[in-house]
């Protein structure tokens, strides 16, 4: 009697549970697994979304790893997965134009440039051959928020009330998330401010105009040898100009990036008879990076580094 008392309260606890589990299941987005299904277009906003999301979300990264960003090209499979998906999540402005078409199928799509309180500045001049061809060209104004913690920390914000628009019932929990994910980010701002605040120099020579947002936060002068996209070809008398100008300044070092052919940042350096190093920008990890467990903060902390011994920081 004893035994079958037991039983039948193991019984009615399974049931309990069951149902538990199935009203987890409702709260969340339209996947099977009760999760939301969110798409990032590239690595920055997967991580954060990642972070934000923690186990409630599943996120998709368009942008395979060691693939440059720009200009990315979607898959049908991609274009499907953002039409199903609860939340797209993206920078406008032309910096991924084929996810911001596929965004207009989706259910909820959203530009994360178009974020309250995130000051964009405009596009730097170009330099390009391609200038005025260039699909960004005309576009006005820089994506390369990211690159600043202090603006990465609005975008964190915005990823965090579109999860809670989505999915109210655990917006405490994004909230959290949310929270120590931003913490870390004031971190590294306030050790950038200190690491870059005593310099001897303050002109960083880089690939591609990614920087502008960065150059602004800490009070550096960025001068690319492309524009804003990386594929495009520098014309030979900016390269000319750019060498007479890092003689000139004492410039120690030529920034180059892990995505994209380092071959004219070493031509560049070579002229001038100065030396290359990586300064990362995070348009997404290689997959050796990956492997290694890295991450926006780990790299924003090497680039810290690169910077400082580039620039001669006390
Ligand atoms: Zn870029």
Same mark, same amino acid.
Request: proline residues 6%; glycine residues 10%; aromatic residues 8%.
């Given at each position: 009697m004893r035994v079958a008392v037991v039983k039948s309260a193991a019984a009615m606890l399974a049931v309990v549970a069951a149902m538990g589990l199935a009203g987890c299941g409702d709260t969340g987005g339209s996947s099977s697994d009760g999760k939301v299904q969110a798409v990032a277009s590239f690595y #920055?906003?997967? @991580?954060?979304?990642?972070?934000?999301?923690?186990e409630l979300v599943d996120v998709t990264n368009l942008t395979a790893a060691g693939v440059e960003p720009h200009d990315v090209e979607l898959t049908s499979r991609q274009v499907d997965a953002i039409e199903d998906?609860? /939340?797209? =999540?993206?920078?406008?402005?032309g910096f991924q134009p084929a996810v911001e078409k596929a965004g207009k199928r989706a259910k909820t799509a959203v530009d994360l440039l178009a974020t309250d309180g995130l000051t964009l500045l405009s596009a730097p001049e170009g330099h390009d051959e391609e200038q005025g061809k260039g699909h960004e060209a005309g576009e006005g104004e820089d994506p390369h928020v990211w690159l600043d913690p202090s603006r990465m920390i609005r975008v964190v914000e915005r990823i965090r009330t579109v999860l809670a628009e989505e999915d #109210?019932?655990?917006?405490?929990?994004?909230?959290?998330?949310?929270?120590a994910?931003?913490?870390? =980010?004031r971190a590294l701002d306030a050790d950038f401010r200190s690491g870059l605040g005593s310099c001897q120099r303050r002109r960083i020579v880089?690939?591609?105009?990614a920087f502008t947002y960065l150059a602004d936060r800490y009070d550096l002068r960025q001068e690319a040898i492309a524009g804003l996209a990386p594929e495009s070809e520098p014309n030979p008398r900016r390269l000319a100009e750019l060498t007479d100008q890092v003689k000139a300044d004492g410039t120690t070092t030529i920034f180059y990036e892990t995505l994209v052919s380092p071959r004219v940042a070493e031509a560049l350096a070579r002229e001038a008879r100065v030396t290359t190093a990586v300064l990362? #920008? =995070?348009?997404?990890?290689?997959?050796? @990076? /990956?492997a290694a467990g890295e991450s926006y903060e780990s790299v924003m902390r090497r680039n810290l580094q690169a910077l400082r011994s580039a620039l001669g920081c006390n």
């Open positions: #920055p906003l997967y @991580e954060a979304t990642r972070a934000v999301g923690g998906a609860d /939340v797209v =999540l993206y920078l406008g402005h #109210p019932a655990n917006a405490g929990t994004y909230a959290a998330n949310a929270k994910f931003t913490d870390r =980010l880089t690939s591609h105009a990362n #920008p =995070l348009e997404g990890l290689t997959t050796e @990076e /990956v």
